[in-house]
């Protein structure tokens, strides 16, 4: 059973940065795409960024050039680094291993 569990999240003021990570209980190697999500009160998930396993990476036009997606095969983690935060960066943010596993997430609050 696949399981993912995010860590990292908090509050934080505006221009600040976090480092999100997920620890998957499965080698993440056997995983092509591991992603980044969000979802804001009272909005749609939405893709934050995404990373294959040859390391191409894709991310939302909110969060370029700000964030940056990579992926630790060897420990089976993919982190998030976050920095010049927004209020609007504001979310519970989500794990996601090839569009078919989810954490259970990890809240990111920023303060203006």
């Known amino acids: 059973q696949v399981q993912l569990v995010e860590s990292g999240g908090g509050l934080v003021q505006a221009g600040g940065s976090l480092r999100l990570s997920c620890a998957a209980s499965?080698?993440?190697?056997?995983?092509?795409?591991m992603g980044w999500y969000r979802q804001a009160p009272g909005k749609q998930r939405e893709l934050v960024a995404q990373i294959t396993r040859d390391g191409t990476s894709k991310y939302a036009d909110s969060v370029k050039p700000r964030f940056t997606i990579s992926r630790d095969n060897a420990n089976n983690t993919v982190y998030l680094q976050m920095t010049s935060l927004k209020a609007e960066d504001t979310a519970v943010y989500y794990c996601n291993a090839h569009f078919l596993y989810w954490g259970q997430g990890t809240l990111v609050t920023v303060l203006e």
């Open positions: 499965v080698s993440i190697d056997i995983f092509n795409t």
